[in-house]
């Protein structure tokens, strides 16, 4: 099944606090999971991207954490700005030769001040 | 230094008129990927493509909706007779080459309303 579920659906944070978002899949095939950010009227940016073979990857605020027996991952944001609130969509996809892209359904994340 | 162009930014059609939607890759860019986005939703595949020919359709509905991606001119995603159901975000993305690790970049969208 080509699914990735994503929770929460909606996340408030208080300017500074650590915004966390988790995403869960099924299809083992899976060997690529991008996070994208998306501010609205835009279309998606990507943010982060992981690998199976390692089980953090940060960058900035930014951390992704893998954990592959349990099929899950997540994208921790740090010290949380107002800028940051947009709608977050974790991703997957496996290494078929091109990029197909399941998406998952989004956080909509607000940081207040 | 233009991104990934879509047009029309919004469209608004009435249920079994055509629509049509253009989006110009990156420059250099040769694989394109239509996904569309309901409202809450994340985005789904339709379909992808290289230069003139069409890779993977599995997302895309077998009826009314088809994709070009010509050798001259931006790729053009059509529906016909569309309905309220059609009614979504349709975006593109493209990338350099279709390996798994390109990153794909986004067009801003065509936000398709259907009255």
């Known amino acids: 099944q080509q699914q990735v579920k994503q929770s929460p659906q909606s996340l408030i944070v208080q300017k500074g606090g650590i915004s966390i978002i988790n995403c869960a899949y099924e299809?083992?095939?899976?060997?690529?999971f991008p996070w994208y950010q998306q501010f609205p009227g835009k279309g998606p940016a990507l943010l982060i991207a992981i690998r199976p073979d390692v089980s953090e990857k940060k960058e900035g605020r930014f951390t992704i954490s893998f954990n592959k027996s349990a099929k899950q991952f997540s994208l921790h944001i740090m010290d949380s700005q107002p800028g940051d609130s947009a709608t977050y969509f974790c991703a997957a996809t496996n290494s078929g030769g091109y990029q197909k892209v399941t998406f998952g359904t989004g956080t909509k994340l607000q940081v207040i001040p | 230094n233009a991104g990934v162009m879509q047009n029309p930014r919004h469209l608004v059609r009435r249920r079994g008129q055509e629509a049509r939607l253009r989006c110009s890759p990156m420059?250099?860019?040769?694989?394109v990927y239509w996904y569309r986005q309901l409202p809450e939703e994340g985005l789904k595949f339709m379909v992808y493509?290289?230069?003139?020919?069409?890779?993977?359709e599995s997302g895309m509905p077998k009826e009314r909706f088809s994709a070009e991606f010509p050798k001259e001119g931006p790729s053009i995603l059509r529906i016909q007779q569309v309905v309220r159901g059609d009614s979504a975000a349709y975006f593109c993305a493209s990338s350099l080459a279709g390996a798994t690790y390109n990153e794909q970049f986004f067009g801003p969208g065509t936000r398709l309303t259907v009255l």
């Open positions: 493509l290289q230069k003139e020919n069409i890779i993977d």
């Open positions: 299809n083992t095939a899976f060997d690529y």
């Open positions: 420059k250099g860019h040769s694989h």
